[in-house]
């Protein structure tokens, strides 16, 4: 059964950074494709970023484009999400999870972590 723990989240002003992880656990890590999802409030969760399993790969949506950094680090089966410039409209909850071939979620959702940008 695969594990997914999310962790990083926190209340910030317009403008700021937050770093988030994920460690997954189990030996699916390494041979899937790690992405980052968000819900916000009345929204379907979407995918923002993706890394594929050797990180030669990134995907992101236009609206993280040039702010989020997404990395991985198969020693540690934890994925990242680097978010800088923040704006009000990226809060939302984040979840990771592996990614499928059209950016379906993989595998059962984790708790998430809540990203609040607010002045």
């Known amino acids: 059964q695969v594990q997914l723990v999310e962790s990083g989240g926190g209340l910030v002003q317009p403008g700021g950074s937050l770093r988030l992880s994920c460690a997954a656990s189990?030996?699916?890590?390494?041979?899937?494709?790690m992405g980052w999802y968000r819900q916000a409030p009345g929204k379907e969760r979407a995918l923002v970023a993706s890394?594929?399993?050797?990180?030669?790969?990134?995907y992101y949506a236009g609206s993280v484009k040039g702010r989020f950094t997404i990395s991985r680090d198969n020693a540690k089966n934890t994925v990242y999400l680097q978010m800088n410039s923040l704006k009000p409209e990226d809060t939302a909850i984040y979840y990771c999870?592996?990614?499928?071939?059209?950016?379906?979620?993989?595998?059962?959702w984790g708790q998430g972590t809540q990203v609040t940008v607010s002045s």
């Open positions: 999870n592996a990614v499928g071939r059209v950016g379906e979620a993989r595998y059962d």
């Open positions: 189990g030996s699916i890590f390494s041979i899937n494709a």
């Open positions: 890394i594929s399993s050797s990180s030669d790969v990134k």
